[in-house]
């Protein structure tokens, strides 16, 4: 007995020479930690708070833009060529000026037609030095513009359609990520509840296991038993002290990784509390897929494929042509030597400018980008089908696995209460001498299996039914969608 308490002092010396603080976690808690101070949380949220901002980066490039450009100052020194009228021929000259501009221009995208409208005003100054010097101010003050490509292609339409959808697409993520921790965090807590199970059966069974030799050895003195059944024991008790100290070694790993994942100190001594029987719930598949149809930021992104797969065969289609543009604008204009005349009488100013590019001859380049975004588009819907049936078979899988599930929790619970209580039974008529110790060792083990079984199930009910959460994006425990009650506060 007291190699055995030296085990187990061994055994919760080494747990508590890495432990400082002691916790004691439910699953919801460890879930609600996972979700609130994870480095893995902590990832998903700077992933919602990017494509937020790429969303308010859209939602800004709709409204008008004010830009002031600027050349405050630039001074040129230097020789040109420049042609002498009376000598009829071309010579060089020094020269030296000094120049300064300014644009105040407000800027507003139109998304029906692709074009952008434009209202600015403008100033100017320059000064000649040398041997006949003279100061010159130029200003618009207002003009009025508006400028498009001609070729029908319209890349505020199609970012209308795609940049909402992306940021749904994010919302429903960020979700998504949430509740795949909360799968991580299941995973973690359980496995800590398995070695903390197998731990404290370790223990139990050593303890046991030491109390059933010295009972053989005093049996033995009656010749109640054999030689080879006190061996038997004695094997027994050093096989018992070897399970002690590997359960002991599982448990302190498996703490140290959801210390780890909680964000946690590492050497915080966590002890789990197992839930109890959950309570009865049986998921209809075909609501499981309308809500993932609905909510899974999956389906989204396969529809902003396809949207993006579109757009670029629409672009190329209608550049495969030609390109041409149009920039138009009316104002005034006036310049003087001096400021204060410069606003003065100012002139009409008009400006209609169209350009054009048409392909000659460019060997099938246009018409080669043409047909490989038409390609590429057959392609991304072929996938995206391949993907919406995929998803859907994982639905469906995880919830008939859910729905199975609850009725194996519960068999598992009656087989750990009917092998514990077995045990107890031929533990005692062993120690009485009516049972024998190959029964004894095969009732130990079936307890053990029917603790590992029960802790199992519980594992995998409660993964599926996170699993089912982040596929689906709805409670149906609470019959609520994850997604309608998103709430970001930035």
Do not use: C
């Not at 006949?132 to 070729?151: A, D, E, I, K, M």
């Not at 909360?182 to 973690?188: G, I, K, L």
């Not at 008009?350 to 350009?355: D, K």
Request: aromatic share 10%.
């Amino acid at each position: 007995m007291k190699k055995i308490s030296l085990i187990l002092l061994l055994g919760l010396g080494t747990l508590s020479a890495f432990s400082q603080q002691r916790i004691t976690l439910d699953l919801q808690q460890t879930i609600a930690m996972a979700n609130d101070s994870s480095l893995e949380a902590f990832r998903t949220k700077n992933m919602y708070l990017s494509g937020y901002w790429e969303y308010r980066t859209f939602k800004a490039n709709r409204l008008p833009s004010l830009t002031l450009n600027m050349t405050p100052a630039q001074y040129n020194r230097d020789i040109t060529k420049r042609y002498d009228s009376e000598q009829d021929l071309d010579i060089y000259r020094s020269q030296q000026s000094f120049y300064a501009y300014g644009n105040l221009a407000i800027r507003q995208n139109f998304d029906l037609t692709g074009g952008t409208f434009y209202l600015d005003t403008e100033l100017g100054f320059m000064r000649s030095f040398g041997s006949n010097p003279y100061t010159q101010f130029t200003s618009v003050p207002v003009r009025l513009g508006y400028s498009q490509s001609l070729v029908g292609y319209n890349a505020f339409r199609w970012e209308r359609r795609i940049e909402p959808l992306k940021y749904e697409k994010i919302k429903k993520e960020y979700i998504y990520n949430a509740e795949q921790v909360s799968e991580q965090a299941t995973n973690y807590f359980f496995t800590l509840a398995m070695a903390q199970a197998e731990y404290d059966l370790a223990k139990e069974n050593a303890i046991s296991t030491d109390t059933l030799y010295r009972i053989g050895m005093q049996r033995l003195k009656i010749a109640s038993i054999s030689r080879a059944d006190l061996l038997t024991l004695k094997l027994d008790v050093v096989n018992a002290r070897n399970t002690l100290q590997n359960a002991a070694s599982s448990l302190k790993r498996a703490m140290f990784s959801l210390a780890s994942f909680l964000n946690l100190e590492k050497n915080t001594e966590i002890k789990v509390s197992l839930p109890g029987r959950p309570q009865s719930l049986i998921i209809p598949v075909d609501e499981a897929l309308m809500a993932a149809k609905n909510n899974n930021p999956d389906f989204l992104e396969l529809r902003q494929n396809i949207l993006e797969a579109e757009q670029r065969v629409d672009k190329t289609k209608k550049e495969s042509r030609f390109n041409a543009g149009i920039n138009a604008s009316i104002g005034f204009n006036q310049v003087s030597e001096k400021f204060n005349q410069a606003y003065r009488h100012p002139m009409q100013q008009e400006m209609v400018s169209v350009s054009v590019s048409v392909p000659l001859i460019d060997w099938g380049v246009r018409k080669g980008k043409y047909n490989m975004a038409k390609n590429n588009l057959n392609i991304v819907k072929t996938s995206a089908r391949q993907s919406e049936i995929s998803i859907e078979e994982e639905v469906i899988m995880t919830v008939s696995d859910f729905n199975v599930q609850q009725g194996l929790v519960a068999s598992a619970e009656e087989a750990l209460d009917l092998s514990i209580l077995a045990y107890n039974e031929t533990r005692q008529r062993f120690i009485i001498g009516k049972a024998d110790i190959n029964s004894l060792t095969l009732s130990l083990n079936r307890q053990q299996e029917a603790q590992r079984n029960y802790i199992s199930a519980l594992k995998n009910y409660w993964l599926n039914y996170y699993k089912i959460r982040k596929l689906t994006l709805h409670d149906f425990a609470s019959g609520f969608s994850l997604s309608e009650k998103f709430d970001y506060d930035l």
